[in-house]
């Protein structure tokens, strides 16, 4: 809910961090990716590589790291 433009979200973290807050980012899973009874499935329409370069670069724009695991 809100906002979901990633460079709207962007802009708004780096003006609000006026005290130079690091942000460290971390990501489990796969996004996408669900259980159903004894199979693994993954949503076609997900698109992990734009959470993971969200990710990497609001840790990176605020002098912190990503991990993904």
Do not use: W
Request: glycine residues 14%; aromatic residues 8%.
């Amino acid at each position: 809910v809100g906002e979901t433009n990633v460079d709207n979200i962007l802009s708004r973290v780096k003006y609000s961090n006026t005290h130079g807050a690091i942000i460290n980012c971390i990501m489990v899973g796969l996004p996408g990716t669900g259980y159903n009874g004894n199979k693994i499935t993954f949503d076609p329409l997900a698109n992990p590589k734009e959470l993971y370069d969200f990710l990497h670069d609001l840790a990176e724009q605020n002098g912190g790291v990503y991990v993904g695991r």
